[in-house]
T-cell receptor, first 110, second 115 residues
């Protein structure tokens, strides 16, 4: 069965410090992974997807198939990064179904 | 484009009552989904649709019905509400794997409280 694990419910860092949000997955096929973000009082939105290999708002994530991980990183945290972050895995068989992790609340303190 | 819209924003129900959560999108997306968001559990897929007239169950379908008569609309029905259905419900749409990949666009959510 597909599973996404985000071990940290809450991650608190100081402004300017590096950020790493952990995500591990369990999947038998070739995974397609995403990070979604939900800012306060806003809807869930895509932050980045591994297949595009791009950097959004300074965040990057590398798929490590050996460690089955897709950790989200940013070298210098900003106050506006405070949000709930979800790692998600796309199902095979179409339908664009996603399995989400339980989410990590990132709090950037001044 | 309004994107994905959901109504109502907030609803209180009594146990046993029925209601329909509305979802609409104006992006001509083929795929639509319903998720529920619960503390400590992330988002879980309830039902999804790959096109008009086609629906299927997700991870937690019990107690919910859906239909997809048009590309634009994907309502979620609670036939007999239970306190366990207290949650935040999100509708999402995506163009499908043949056009733009699997990025999903979410609605603003509906907060449901079942007493």
């Amino acid at each position: 069965a597909q599973r996404v694990t985000q071990p940290e419910k809450l991650l608190s860092v100081f402004k300017g410090a590096p950020v790493e949000l952990k995500c591990n997955y369990s999947y038998s096929g070739s995974p397609e992974l995403f990070w979604y973000v939900q800012y306060s009082r806003q809807r869930l939105q895509l932050l980045l997807r591994h297949i595009s290999r791009e950097s959004i708002k300074g965040f990057t994530a590398d798929l490590n198939k050996g460690e089955t991980s897709f950790h989200l990183k940013k070298p210098f945290a900003q106050e506006e990064d405070s949000a709930m972050y979800y790692c998600a895995l796309s199902h095979t068989g179409g339908g664009n179904k996603l399995t989400f992790g339980t989410g990590t609340q990132l709090k950037v303190e001044l | 484009n309004a994107g994905v819209t959901q109504t109502p924003k907030f609803q209180v129900l009594k146990t046993g009552q029925s209601m329909t959560l509305q979802c609409a999108q104006d992006m001509n997306h083929e795929y639509m989904s319903w998720y529920r968001q619960d503390p400590g559990m992330g988002l879980r897929l309830i039902h999804y649709s790959v096109g008009a007239g086609i629906t299927d169950q997700g991870e937690v379908p019990n107690g919910y019905n859906v239909s997809r008569s048009t590309t634009e609309d994907f309502p979620l029905r609670l036939l007999s509400a239970a306190p366990s259905q207290t949650s935040v419900y999100f509708c999402a749409s995506s163009p499908g794997t043949s056009d733009g990949g699997e990025t999903q666009y979410f609605g603003p959510g509906t907060r449901l409280l079942v007493l």
